[in-house]
């Protein structure tokens, strides 16, 4: 059974860091496309960040140049370091996992989920 937990969220003010934590386990973690998305209260989910099984990363434009992906293979551990953080990045973050072609933003692609970690940020 595959497993996602995220940890790392937290209130912040704009400007703010926030680093994300995704535990994976019970897959072949490095074989998966694997991402961030994102719900905010009344809209619907949108993915942010994804990274293919060979590295390759695909950002959304409202995060591009502020969120960077990673992931430590050995650990089984997905990344989402937050900087310069801005009010309209507040929302409950998922982790997401799955064997998808192409690694893209389809919600609906991905079988596995974290239980979702809350970013808050302040202006």
Excluded at 14 to 43: D, E, H, I, N, V
Excluded at 44 to 51: A, F, L, Q, Y
Excluded at 87 to 99: K, L
Aim: proline residues 2%; charged residues 15%; contains cysteine.
């Amino acid at each position: 059974q595959v497993q996602l937990v995220e940890s790392g969220g937290g209130s912040v003010q704009a400007g703010g860091s926030l680093r994300l934590s995704c535990a994976a386990s019970g897959y072949t973690y490095s074989g998966y496309c694997m991402g961030w998305f994102r719900q905010a209260p009344g809209k619907e989910r949108e993915g942010v960040v994804t990274i293919a099984r060979d590295g390759y990363t695909s950002y959304a434009d409202s995060v591009k140049g502020r969120f960077t992906i990673s992931k430590d293979i050995a650990k089984g551990i997905l990344y989402l370091q937050m900087n310069s953080l801005k009010p309209e990045d507040t929302a409950i973050y998922y982790c997401a996992a799955d064997n998808v072609i192409p690694c893209g933003f389809v919600a609906g692609h991905f079988g596995y989920w974290g239980q979702g970690t809350q970013v808050t940020v302040s202006s």
